[in-house]
């Protein structure tokens, strides 16, 4: 059964850093595309960032380029987000999300196969 579980959101105040994990299991990590999503209390959910099976290539959205930082240890099968300079506005729920299929659209919610429950990042001003 696949599984992702996020961790390491919390509480910040506003130019603090915050790293998230995802862990995955189920299946070979190293197979798929990763991406992190966002999502706010009445927004949709959006691009965040992603990595390619490697590591090799990574893409952000430009809000959090130069300030977010994707990674991956695919011998942990676990999936990073460093995030530096957090604003009050990037509070929201922060999914990590799976795809085989690395062709198309990477920045849209659909064509992923699964998603991890969220994790919760609260900026405080």
């Known amino acids: 059964q696949v599984q992702l579980v996020e961790s390491g959101g919390g509480l910040v105040q506003a130019g603090g850093s915050l790293r998230l994990s995802c862990a995955a299991s189920?299946?070979?990590?190293?197979?798929?595309?990763m991406a992190w999503f966002r999502q706010a209390p009445g927004k949709e959910r959006e691009f965040v960032s992603a990595?390619?099976?490697?590591?090799?290539?990574?893409h952000y959205a430009d809000v959090v380029k130069g300030r977010f930082t994707i990674s991956r240890d695919n011998a942990k099968s676990t999936v990073y987000l460093q995030m530096n300079s957090l604003k009050p506005e990037e509070t929201a729920v922060y999914y990590c999300?799976?795809?085989?299929?690395?062709?198309?659209?990477?920045?849209?919610?659909?064509?992923?196969?699964?998603w991890g429950q969220g994790t919760q990042v609260t900026v405080s001003s």
């Open positions: 999300a799976e795809r085989l299929d690395c062709s198309g659209d990477y920045n849209y919610p659909r064509g992923y196969d699964a």
């Open positions: 189920g299946r070979t990590f190293s197979s798929y595309f």
């Open positions: 990595i390619t099976r490697s590591g090799a290539t990574t």
